[in-house]
């Protein structure tokens, strides 16, 4: 059995058995990979999009695409505009590079929060996360009971490699950012993301100007790099 039949057979049971879920998307190439077999397989399951008014403008032209695509209309999730002005005034607009406490600030007001709201009256929610992505990450299941959120979560693409994402775009002509072919491996916010050289870490672009442990923004892992539910827990 094909690592893309296990993720399809995955969703399908998603769609069937924890309904209503919902696919939060980074609109990372490993998020268009599982819009692209949602889409296919018109399954049931709901697609957003955490619009941090940060991000570059090829990766929200994803929006419209997807739509285009396979007829998924994406809901935006933005921040609070009080906590972004709050923010600003206070701190900066790019104050994130001051600190790690105020990235983590930054990140929890732009993504952290308008996650809660996503994922508000949902019984699943489904991830883009791999195991091959970073040490943070190296032990993600392809389900598990999410605490923090009261609901399950699912990362279908767990034990897909990089090369088996980039076959999938490839082999099915599906749309993916444009930033991707400029030397990106992983795109998050403009003013926080940079191209990476051969050798780098995929996640080396992340944050670059803090120590290496710190390459999360906090909905899936802690920004030290524990899971979200291990920091939960603490």
């Given at each position: 059995m094909t690592r893309e039949t296990v993720a399809r057979d995955l969703l399908?049971?998603?769609a069937q058995d924890w309904r209503p879920a919902?696919?939060?998307?980074?609109?990372?190439?490993?998020d268009m990979v599982l819009a692209d077999l949602i889409g296919r397989e018109k399954l049931p399951i709901e697609l957003f999009v955490l619009d941090t008014g940060r991000l570059h403008a090829d990766t929200l032209d994803l929006v419209g695409r997807i739509e285009l695509?396979?007829?998924?209309?994406a809901k935006l999730y933005r921040p609070e505009?009080?906590?972004?002005?709050t923010y600003v005034v206070r701190f900066g607009r790019d104050a994130f590079y001051g600190s790690a406490d105020l990235r983590r600030k930054c990140c929890e007001m732009r993504k952290v929060e308008p996650l809660k709201r996503a994922l508000a009256g949902k019984r699943a929610w489904i991830t883009g996360l791999r195991r091959e992505q970073a040490a943070t990450r190296s032990v993600v299941p392809f389900e598990e009971f999410d605490r923090v959120h009261g609901l399950q979560k699912f990362n279908p693409l767990a034990d897909w490699s990089e090369d088996d994402i980039w076959?999938?775009?490839?082999?099915?002509d599906v749309p993916y950012n444009a930033l991707y072919d400029q030397g990106y491996r992983s795109i998050g916010c403009a003013p926080c993301?940079?191209?990476?050289?051969p050798g780098e870490d995929p996640r080396a672009g992340r944050w670059w100007w803090e120590s290496a442990a710190a390459s999360e923004c906090g909905i899936h892992f802690?920004?030290?790099g524990?899971?979200?539910r291990e920091a939960a827990q603490a």
């Open positions: 399908v049971r998603i919902t696919l939060a998307s980074s609109l990372s190439v490993e695509r396979y007829g998924i209309a505009r009080q906590a972004v002005n076959a999938h775009i490839r082999r099915n993301t940079r191209p990476v050289v802690s920004p030290d524990k899971p979200v």
